[in-house]
């Protein structure tokens, strides 16, 4: 086929004979260091998340560049992956200033997770869910149903994907939506949104 578009991912994790997997448990100590870039946008009480997330480890084998088929502004695109991440750096501090104080913001966020190891991202997943101040303790946040172009990945060294959220609030009024990233090898969940 011409168009680049991926087909079918697939990422399997094999374990020793007997179904063992116990060798997992040591690379939850691994902290494996991640660039997330999202954007958000809301047409009354619909959002939609664009979140790109890359594993920033070095690359054990390969110093080149990955390149992938991008979905941007209803067009295919083909761009490498350091592009797709630098995106945010595109428009300039100065300009970026300026629009914040003409009350004008392009919803763009850039969250880093620090992290010495090399390795995989493994087990990521999103959860969406409310930031209301009179939440009570133990009480589930969680915004319901959300639509997830993709969840539960895993990331190499310098791999980029991209996912996509779609929902709604119904109740607006003092509810302001916010991102929750959990994975295999972090030990809390860290708000992205």
């Avoid at 690359?59 to 390149?67: A, D, I, N, V």
């Avoid at 300009?95 to 913001?105: H, I, N, T, V």
């Avoid at 190891?117 to 149903?145: C, M, Q, W, Y």
């Avoid at 509810?175 to 929750?180: G, L, S, W």
């Amino acid at each position: 086929m011409s168009d680049h578009t991926t087909i079918s991912r697939n990422f399997y994790w094999l374990h020793i004979s007997g179904g063992d997997y116990k060798l997992l448990e040591p690379y939850r100590k691994k902290k494996i260091p991640l660039r997330i870039t999202s954007q958000t946008s809301n047409e009354g009480s619909t959002y939609k998340i664009q979140i790109q997330v890359k594993n920033t480890s070095k690359e054990p084998y390969s110093k080149s560049s990955t390149s992938r088929l991008s979905y941007v502004d209803g067009k295919d695109s083909l761009e490498t992956a350091d592009s797709l991440v630098d995106k945010e750096h595109e428009v300039g501090w100065f300009k970026r200033l300026q629009r914040c104080f003409a009350g004008k913001s392009d919803g763009l966020k850039v969250y880093e997770i620090n992290g010495e190891d090399v390795g995989v991202a493994f087990f990521l997943h999103f959860s969406v869910h409310t930031s209301k101040k009179d939440n009570k303790e133990g009480e589930d946040t969680r915004i319901l149903p959300v639509h997830y172009s993709d969840n539960y990945i895993s990331v190499i060294p310098g791999e980029v994907m991209h996912i996509e959220l779609t929902f709604e609030v119904t109740d607006p009024e003092g509810v302001t939506p916010c991102v929750a990233l959990h994975a295999w090898n972090y030990d809390e969940a860290h708000f992205i949104l």
